[in-house]
């Protein structure tokens, strides 16, 4: 009898595992249930490794529509039946979704709803980690419930800050990586790049430079566009104020979409040997120039700032190249000068500028 009562113990433990339901998700929410006393952990994945992949336990996968027409796969794991009460609660995790600040990404993102424990293990297994976005599969792994654990961090917080990756994930920031970096106009604003030279910000660093990476810094500054008296607890130089949040509707609304570029045409001779352009930048990026002079002219190009030739070329000819990062020291806009200088030669040139803007 004792074996007999086992046996049926098992057959009814995944029954009763599938009749878990997913509570609909409350847009009038709190971000936190309790004192936040510890940043949100959470995990961004390029690519989830095979182990973490078939700890996945999918029951079943189905596209739901936003009232704006976007259309969200979201696959529920075997924990939740497939019926009408949990498809209405997947429903309104996509509802919710909708409601952040979004743009034509969200018909793009994939989810994946499971227990605190399911999606821990699906995140790599680590403790405490929430929740996690995973980058190859463009899917955010989030918990059905409030996570468990130490965190206080309610699961409409957790999916805000998830949502930010993924939007990450679909911008630009030429030549960094915007889902490490953030995307341009909040990157360029929080003068991440300098930060990171400087040897204070750490980019893509999942582990030890957990709260020092930009990556976590735009995704937690972007919950925080949306639950603003939450304290901001990762790297201080991250802290959102008005500029980030406009930069930040900037690149989710109208992203950054390459460089700008320009074309001067003027002539050198004896007489005018030295000619200068300046152009002001806002944004942190690439510069590339490209002169085009006489064939038998020969031309340099120099880049300066403040005051300083900061660049250079010396080659022979007048078919010069000059490309560099400009990583400025504090936000609003620089100004560098860009100039062409006679060696020997004369005559007209041109100049092609392209810079970040």
């Known amino acids: ?18 009749a878990a339901t997913i509570a609909p998700v409350d ?21 989830r490794p095979a182990r973490a992949r078939a700890s996945v336990s999918v029951g079943s996968t189905h596209a739901y529509r936003t009232a704006d027409g ?9 924990s939740f039946a497939d019926n009408e009460t949990n498809r209405a609660g997947a429903q309104s995790f996509v509802d919710f979704l909708a409601t952040r600040v979004h743009g034509a990404e969200l018909g793009r993102l994939r989810m994946f709803i499971g227990t605190a424990t399911e999606v821990n293990d699906a995140c790599g297994g680590e403790q405490g980690v929430a929740a996690c ?29 998830e ?19 953030g995307p341009k106009y909040w990157s360029s604003y929080k003068v991440i790049c300098a930060g990171v030279y400087q040897g204070r910000y750490f980019p893509g660093n999942q582990g030890a430079h957990y709260l020092d990476d930009p990556g976590e810094g735009w995704a937690d500054s972007y919950a925080h566009l949306h639950y603003p008296s939450v304290p901001f607890q990762f790297n201080r130089g991250f802290t959102p104020d008005a500029g980030a949040f406009a930069a930040i509707r900037r690149d989710v609304l109208a992203p950054w979409r390459g460089p700008a570029t320009r074309t001067i045409r003027r002539a050198l001779s004896s007489r005018r040997r030295v000619t200068s352009t300046t152009s002001r930048l806002a944004l942190d990026g690439t510069v590339v120039l490209a002169l085009t002079g006489p064939r038998r002219a020969n031309y340099d190009l120099q880049v300066v700032e403040h005051g300083h030739v900061v660049d ?34 004369s005559g007209p040139f041109s100049l092609n500028i392209s810079t970040p803007g």
């Open 27 to 47: 847009p009038s929410a709190p971000a936190t249930t309790g004192p936040a006393i510890s940043p949100l952990l959470d995990r961004v994945i390029a690519r």
């Open 70 to 78: 976007a259309s969200v796969e979201v696959s529920l794991s075997r």
């Open 163 to 181: 949502y930010g990756h993924h939007i990450a994930g679909f911008r630009r920031n030429d030549p960094f990586s915007a889902i490490n970096w």
């Open 312 to 345: 250079q070329t010396h080659a022979r000819g007048s078919r010069d190249h000059v490309t560099g990062t400009v990583c400025r020291a504090n936000p609003g806009t620089a100004s560098i000068t860009f100039r062409v200088r006679r060696r020997s030669g």
């Open 133 to 161: 976005y995973v980058g190859d599969e463009r899917r955010m792994y989030v918990p059905s419930t409030d996570p468990s654990g130490a965190s206080p961090f309610t699961r409409e917080y957790v999916m805000t800050h």
């Open 1 to 18: 009898m004792a074996i007999a009562a086992a046996a049926t113990a098992a057959l009814l433990a995944p029954a009763a595992a599938r």
